[in-house]
């Protein structure tokens, strides 16, 4: 009898709600604050709701992670349905969130009634985290077990590369998730930092360059050093608007061997942190 696997993860994942459906991902939202108002991440405000709020509010908003009981009820409510089910859950990197510990305290409220639950610190936001949750579920849908699944998401973070642009380091400033990269970029007119999410699942500053186009092709340059002339799938997401993500794309296609492109767009949480003139590219070597 084959395993039941069932993949969760977290909003910040900003993994399309079609592709959600597709796999039959669970996806349980983190919250947006606007003063008193509170939105539940790509379920009670969309990204496009989002971004007209955020240019309308006097205020920044701020976010908040799900609550263990949260979790616990998303994970209780999979096993009754299917009690034998093994769950694999994707999270949000533990540096720049309590996301993950809030899964890791649900698990721990069910032991003794429960499964087998595997949380998962990714290391990593945003699509990064909807790569390695959608992979799963895919590899999950074909039939491989839970431990082919581990060592090829795994596998993937250790290979994925991340870099992303913002208009203004003032979102990740004020969210405390800036760490090094404000002091080394400051406000410097028209420079342009190159972000990554490192290793230890912190944003950290890769380069500083002057001009977004040059900022863009020294991303490419980046990414050649790290994959050279292999095939690719490239992943884009971005903020407010698309017109960074098409030049990305056609940079990428100039500069590298494409041979997939998915789209998303960040979404309230990720949005709150980088602000709405981000633009990000992910990108893995191509498999099979």
Do not use: C, W
Not at 74 to 91: G, N, T
Not at 116 to 133: H, N, R
Not at 199 to 223: H, N, S, W, Y
Request: zero cysteines.
């Amino acid at each position: 009898m084959s395993q039941v696997i069932k993949v969760v993860t977290d909003s910040t994942a900003d993994i399309p709600k079609e592709v959600i459906n597709q796999y039959g991902i669970t996806m349980v939202p983190l919250k947006v604050h606007f003063g008193q108002e509170v939105f539940l991440d790509a379920v009670t405000i969309e990204p496009g709701q989002f971004y007209e709020k955020l240019a309308a509010s006097p205020v920044l908003p701020t976010t908040s992670q799900p609550s263990p009981i949260e979790f616990m009820e998303v994970y209780q409510e999979i096993l009754a349905k299917e009690p034998e089910a093994i769950i694999l859950s994707f999270h949000l990197s533990s540096a720049l969130s309590g996301t993950y510990q809030s899964a890791v305290l649900a698990r721990s409220m069910l032991e003794g009634e429960a499964g087998d639950i595997t949380i998962v610190d990714t290391k990593m936001a945003s699509f990064g985290i909807g790569l390695m949750a959608v992979t799963a579920a895919r590899m999950a849908a074909q039939g491989s077990s839970k431990e082919e699944i581990i060592a090829e998401t795994e596998r993937l973070r250790g290979e994925l590369r991340l870099y992303f642009l913002v208009d203004t380091l003032e979102y990740l400033q004020k969210g405390g998730r800036i760490g090094k990269a404000a002091a080394l970029f400051g406000s410097i007119l028209n420079i342009k930092p190159i972000l990554t999410v490192n290793t230890e699942g912190t944003v950290a500053p890769v380069d500083k360059i002057r001009g977004q186009r040059k900022a863009m092709q020294r991303m490419m340059e980046l990414l050649k050093a790290d994959f050279g002339n292999d095939p690719v799938h490239l992943a884009l997401a971005y903020a407010q608007h698309d017109t960074l993500a098409k030049q990305l794309e056609e940079l990428a296609q100039a500069y590298l061997n494409v041979q997939e492109i998915s789209h998303t767009t960040l979404g309230a949480v990720i949005g709150t942190h980088v602000g709405p003139g981000a633009a990000a590219i992910f990108m893995v070597r191509a498999r099979g």
